[in-house]
Nanobody
Framework: QLQASGGGLVQPGGSLKLSCRVS????????IGWFRQAPGKEREGISC????????YYKDSVKGRFTISRDNGKNMVYLQMNSLEPEDTADYYC???????????????????WGQGTQVTVSS
């Protein structure tokens, strides 16, 4: 089970740190990704972290602003989001990745299991 938290209302230019709590399985065995879905828009993969070497991947629109990290010992994955823009407004989910991290950025079909998301609203 994966549960995202940490969302909220933030002004443009602000920051939020999302957390993903993993339970029921060992995080260390899985690539974990974040995807988001804005109202009326398709789901999009935004970031992923490899379970093998910790390599990180990002959608171009968030590169340089978002940072994904993981703590296998705590079974937690994080997404630090800086310089937030109104276009970042969406529900955010963390998920296992079935294929590969690079694939997950371009193909939402790469995502496996996810749980409750967390809402992020960027507005002044």
């Amino acid at each position: 089970q994966l549960q995202a938290s940490g969302g909220g209302l933030v002004q443009p230019g602000g920051s939020l740190k999302l957390s993903c709590r993993v339970s029921g399985f060992a995080l260390s065995y899985y690539d974990i990704g974040w995807f988001r879905q804005a109202p009326g828009k398709e789901r999009e993969g935004i970031s992923c972290i490899s379970n093998i070497d910790g390599q990180t991947y990002y959608k171009d629109s968030v590169k340089g602003r978002f940072t994904i990290s993981r703590d296998n010992g705590k079974n937690m994955v994080y997404l630090q989001m800086n310089s937030l823009e109104p276009e970042d407004t969406a529900d955010y989910y963390c998920s296992t990745v079935l294929t590969s991290c690079p694939a997950s950025i371009h193909d939402v079909g790469s995502f496996g299991s996810w749980g409750q998301g967390t809402q992020v609203t960027v507005s002044s």
